[in-house]
């Protein structure tokens, strides 16, 4: 896969991309990331890339011409197939689904917002536009990150064999089971004894049952987008019948 990271800011991306799996997943060759500085597609002086709001109003706008500019030049270097994706709060709400159909994609160009957001004659441009969360934040950029940490975990290949396969319980949709290691008791907190039973069986159960009562009382609207066993159901039924501990 290839990804094109549009912004004004490619130096934020130097940490977080040179380390961890994207850095194994480049060196595999199955991914391939580049980024383009937004300012290099202005044609006046000051390479300005951002005006006063039509209608009037605090902040900024990003000018239309050099996001548009960047984004047809940036499609031209390669043939595949692209998905361009403007990061933006206005945008669907991020998930596993999303990741999951993004990660199918040949090549993406994810596009990074600044100051108050785009002149919206640059959605004519654009493919999809997504959102990764509902709280206001500086930039796209941190967007863009989660979005490629996201998708080539999801990428053959990139995650090691040894690697945690998350997406077990997360392709369930559920909360994750409580995770214990050595020490066996920890300051008094003991491990639970199914864990240590070697009862492979029964600790399946258990966790299962546990990704239950763990989604039912933090995040109950994630189990609408789960396939419930009769035994899950037995379960949440008991969870809401036992008494508040
Ligand atoms: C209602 C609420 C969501 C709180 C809201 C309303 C109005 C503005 C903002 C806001 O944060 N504007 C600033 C910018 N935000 C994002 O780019 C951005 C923010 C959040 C998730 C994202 N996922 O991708 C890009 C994202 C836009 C241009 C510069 C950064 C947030």
């Given at each position: 896969m290839r990804i094109d990271i549009l912004t004004l800011?490619?130096?934020?991306?130097a940490g977080p991309f040179s380390e961890s799996i994207l850095k194994r997943a480049a060196e595999k060759g199955l991914l391939e990331i580049h980024f383009h500085q937004?300012?290099?597609?202005?044609?006046?002086k000051h390479h300005v890339v951002d005006d006063t709001p039509y209608g009037g109003g605090a902040g900024m706008v990003m000018k239309p011409e050099p996001v548009v500019e960047a984004i047809e030049s940036v499609k031209r270097l390669s043939d595949a197939e692209s998905r361009t994706i403007l990061l933006s709060p206005s945008g669907k709400l991020f998930s596993q689904g999303i990741a999951a159909e993004l990660a199918l994609k040949s090549r993406l160009i994810l596009i990074a917002g600044h100051y108050e957001?785009?002149?919206?004659?640059?959605?004519?441009?654009?493919d999809d536009e997504i959102s990764i969360g509902d709280y206001v934040l500086s930039g796209g950029e941190l967007p863009a990150m989660v979005i490629v940490d996201a998708v080539a975990r999801l990428?053959?290949?990139?995650?090691?064999?040894?690697?945690?396969?998350?997406?077990e319980s997360h392709s369930q949709g559920l909360l994750e089971y409580p995770h214990y290691t050595r020490p066996p008791e920890f300051r008094g907190t003991p491990v639970p004894a199914i864990l240590l039973s070697g009862n492979h069986a029964e600790i399946a159960k258990w966790r299962r049952k546990e990704s239950l009562k763990r989604t039912s009382e933090r995040?109950?609207?994630?189990?609408?987008?789960v396939a419930l066993s009769k035994a899950d159901r037995k379960t949440l039924a008991e969870l809401n019948s036992e008494p508040e501990a």
């Open positions: 800011f490619p130096e934020m991306f937004i300012r290099d597609y202005t044609h006046d957001g785009f002149d919206e004659r640059v959605r004519s441009y654009i990428i053959p290949g990139v995650l090691g064999c040894g690697e945690s396969h998350v997406e995040r109950p609207d994630m189990l609408a987008g």
